[in-house]
């Protein structure tokens, strides 16, 4: 085994214990992307092994680059999260750069200390999972005043910002349609909440696929705010109505569940009274009782090519591609079911 040295150690160890050229070394380094995977893990446990990293962090500064990418989020519970950075991370490590989290809890406060610390030049480039502009950014600050910048999930309305995410509308109306197929005529939609630009683009979805169905089919809207508490309240405000719908399509999985909770809890039976669909597909879609019939987003694919848009920008490789939407898949279970055959609108039961 090769020892390692006691004084301050140099690119030569590296190469040396790396069992490759310092040109080799130098090119992982500073280009991680024009190295083959295999050397570059090689130079990588050799820099670690050496403490050759500080000089190579120092490299980086004067080039000033920190080979470092911030990726802004408003929740990491959001149960979309990990998937999301399972693949931001991925692509991260394989063309030689960190990734740093700031959790902003949706607060001005946070996101500010954030800003802070972009400003200092420890990051080079943002991902943006938040669906607005920093506050730094806003509302048309120029390009200068922010790092490159790529928005993933939840789109953000700017001309000039990548945007890579699962397509909404499309989604939606096949979910819509998955309804309308096993005989739904009353479809509610429960939104995410009146500023929730991924809502709006699901209901978009939601609507054309009543729109397009055989016979014109009625549009019922209820809002809510995202969440499990959000889906009950929104079944607690129908039932005041005279009129039910036979089906639910819920802006994301946690909503559903609440619609779930609330008709189990009035007696109502989960497929056989009532149908309903999610969208997200987040781990506990499939452990609730029916199993959630949801759409599937594609997470981890969201995550790496939203970091190859950003990575590919700071790196001058490639044209930048504004919006990149990618296919969700409807994953059918026991949530739905045909619609039923009522002789009034409600049901016997309480």
């Not at 069992?19 to 380094?29: F, K, N």
Request: glycine share 8%; aromatic share 4%; proline share 6%.
């Amino acid at each position: 085994m090769t020892e390692i040295p006691e004084r301050p150690a140099t690119i030569e160890d590296v190469a040396k214990l790396a069992g490759v050229s310092i040109a080799t070394v130098s090119r992982a380094i500073r280009k991680p992307e024009k190295v083959a995977e295999s050397t570059r893990k090689k130079v990588t446990a050799a820099i670690a092994r050496t403490g050759y990293i500080a000089n190579a962090m120092a490299q980086n500064l004067r080039m000033q680059r920190s080979q470092m990418v911030m990726v802004l989020t408003q929740s990491i519970a959001d149960p979309n999260f990990p998937g999301i950075l399972i693949g931001l991370e991925k692509v991260a490590n394989d063309r030689g750069y960190g990734v740093l989290i700031g959790n902003t809890e949706g607060t001005i406060s946070l996101e500010e200390n954030h800003m802070r610390f972009l400003a200092s030049g420890m990051v080079d480039g943002l991902i943006l999972l938040t669906g607005h502009l920093p506050v730094a950014g806003r509302p048309n600050s120029p390009a200068s005043a922010l790092p490159q910048m790529v928005a993933a999930s939840c789109p953000i309305t700017r001309a000039d910002l990548p945007y890579v995410g699962v397509d909404d509308v499309a989604a939606s109306k096949m979910a819509t349609e998955y309804l309308i197929s096993l005989g739904h005529r009353n479809i509610a939609y429960i939104a995410g909440g009146s500023s929730n630009a991924v809502s709006d683009l699901r209901q978009d979805g939601y609507c054309k696929g009543l729109a397009e169905a055989a016979t014109p089919l009625p549009m019922w809207q209820v809002d809510s705010d995202g969440s499990s508490e959000g889906g009950r309240a929104a079944v607690e405000r129908l039932f005041i109505k005279d009129t039910l719908p036979t089906a639910f399509f819920c802006y994301n999985d946690d909503t559903a569940i609440g619609v779930i909770s609330a008709l189990k809890l009035r007696g109502y039976r989960i497929p056989e009274d009532f149908s309903v669909i999610g969208f997200d597909d987040i781990p506990f879609a499939n452990n609730i009782t029916p199993a959630l019939t949801t759409i599937r987003q594609p997470r981890t694919q969201i995550g790496e090519l939203a970091m190859e848009q950003l990575l590919d920008q700071l790196t001058g490789k490639g044209a930048t591609t504004l919006e990149t939407l990618l296919h969700g898949d409807l994953v059918v279970r026991e949530s739905c079911g045909p619609a039923p055959h009522r002789i009034s609108d409600h049901p016997n039961r309480h």
